[in-house]
């Protein structure tokens, strides 16, 4: 579904991402992780179009990214930080989102999530004065809208409330069932856990391991994802 | 695009500081008529207020719009939408909501009281000088990231274009009086979006007979049809090589 082949990314002098090689498939749930600074937004971002690399290519569905903006149709994103423009109320946001995306029919939405974090109730507010976790939640019902095959969640979880938070992984756990492809970069180990089935660590630009949760737990005989990746960190 | 181009002239119309702009233009137009019982004199009045304001005000509110627009930015961006069609429909939304604002509020007031050529003119100056500052803005934005940064470079470019280049014009003609210098002075101002503006309208004025013998080589280039279209061709110049610069810069911009 996506492949990135011998990526590169420099800020100024600094390298942000380094020969970052990955091939992602349908009915995976990746999780992305990495110290902070380690290039996860940025590698999200490129991946989005809102960054662009210095070399090297990502095909998404087998189309060249570079090509044309059409395969973001495919793509559901949930920024680190959901900024939205201030003085837009909730549903003029989902007016404006459905306005620009004429390509998905109305009976082809997804309003799980709308509904279940209960976004009908909060439609007529402000977005510049929602608190951060229910900007989260707006834009989780954003991301999974269009009924996007594959999803980018770039910390999903951080400012969600213990039901919400139940309510997402529930979300994506059983997009997985549907073979969707989920990208999701957290710090809460744990949460990742319960929602992911391969694994991707990046330090300062580079990858540093990428397999399957199972294929883990063999190699380090760990039964939880923060005692593998700190049994592998020391290995090498 | 248009719906970009909608959805930001929808949002700028929401805006209080659009209508403050209208509501001040439309105060100083329709308040100069009615003060002032010469429409010559008032329509030099509204000529100054027009090379002034209308820069300074365009070129900080886009500055500052853009800014604030960052998220609207990423998020429309990370849709299927494609990057040049959203920075036109940036560019096409707020020169409208900026033109409109000078049209309906010195324009109807100049139509009103005093309808002729040098009316006409200034009105075309203005909606030109609101495009030339809108497209300068938009180059300052997407090439300077830090907000602050790029207010300052906006206020340092009106505070060039409105009175510091002027300045340096003099500055040359004083040095060198003794030579003809009429034509590369002429040449010159086309460096200056706000003295061509200036130059076009004074023209289509009596106020042009003051200018006395230096000002006869301008009077000859610019009372005529030609003066006019090359004028307006070297503000569309000041318009197009602006937006085109942010546009490829924006085409290729880290978000």
């Known amino acids: 579904m996506i492949n990135i082949q011998s990526l590169n990314k420099n800020y100024g002098k600094q390298t942000v991402l380094k020969d970052i090689n990955l091939s992602f498939k349908s009915g995976q749930s990746i999780a992305l992780i990495g110290p902070n600074g380690s290039g ?15 070399n090297g290519s990502i095909y998404v569905h087998e189309k060249d990214i570079r090509t044309g903006p059409d395969y973001r149709r495919e793509i559901g994103y949930m920024p680190q930080m959901s900024r939205f423009p201030e003085q837009m109320k909730v549903f003029q946001l989902f007016r404006l989102m459905k306005d620009m995306r004429p390509d998905v029919p109305e009976d082809k939405y997804d309003l799980t999530l709308y509904e279940s974090l209960k976004i009908d109730k909060i439609k007529n507010k402000n977005l510049g004065s929602l608190s951060g976790g229910m900007k989260q939640q707006v834009s ?14 770039d910390e999903p979880t ?29 710090h809460i180990l744990n949460d990742l856990e319960e929602i992911c ?40 | 695009m248009q719906k970009i181009c909608f959805n930001i002239i929808y949002d700028l119309l929401k ?20 003060l002032e019982s010469q429409p010559e004199k008032a329509l030099l009045t509204l ?42 429909g940036l560019y096409t939304g707020i020169s409208i909501a900026f033109s409109g604002a000078f049209l309906l509020g010195i324009g109807l007031p100049l139509l009103f009281y005093y309808p002729g050529i040098e009316s006409i003119s200034l009105i075309t100056s203005g ?15 997407t090439y300077v990231s830090d907000k602050a940064r790029g207010m300052g470079i906006a206020l340092i470019t009106w505070a060039f274009f409105a009175f510091i280049f002027d300045g340096l014009l003099l500055l040359f003609m004083y040095q060198l009086a003794d030579y003809p210098i009429e034509k590369p002075v002429l040449m010159l101002s086309f460096l200056n979006p706000v003295d061509i503006a200036r130059i076009l309208v004074i023209m289509k004025t009596e106020a042009s007979a003051m200018l006395g ?30 937006y085109l610069m942010a546009h490829r810069k924006f085409l290729r911009k880290d978000l």
């Open chain 1, 40 to 54: 996860k937004t940025t590698l999200i971002k490129i991946i989005l179009g809102l960054v662009i690399a210095d």
């Open chain 2, 47 to 88: 000529l100054q207020i027009t090379l002034m304001v209308l820069p300074l005000i365009t070129i900080t509110f886009t500055t500052i719009y853009y800014y604030n627009s960052n998220e609207f930015i990423l998020l429309l961006l990370a849709q299927p939408i494609k990057r040049g069609a959203l920075i036109i």
């Open chain 1, 197 to 236: 089935n391969h694994v991707v660590y990046l330090i300062e630009g580079k990858m540093t391991f990428n397999e399957s949760i199972e294929a883990l737990k063999e190699k380090t005989s760990e039964n939880k994802l923060n005692k593998m990746v700190v049994a592998l960190l020391q290995k090498k």
């Open chain 2, 213 to 242: 013998l230096s000002g006869a080589v301008f009077q000859n280039f610019f009372s005529g049809i030609t003066g006019s279209i090359v004028s307006v061709l070297v503000m569309i110049l000041w318009i197009v090589g602006p």
């Open chain 2, 15 to 34: 805006n209080k500081a659009i209508l403050g702009y209208f509501i001040l233009l439309s105060m100083v137009g329709w308040g100069v008529f009615m």
């Open chain 1, 140 to 153: 989780a019902a954003l991301a999974y809208y269009f009924n996007p095959s594959i999803l980018i969640l």
């Open chain 2, 127 to 141: 909606v030109l000088l609101s495009l030339v500052f809108t497209a300068i803005a938009l180059l300052i934005s």
């Open chain 1, 158 to 186: 951080a400012a969600l409330d213990p039901l919400s938070n139940e309510i997402l992984k529930t979300k994506i756990r059983e997009s997985l069932t549907q073979n969707k492809l989920i990208i999701t970069t957290s």
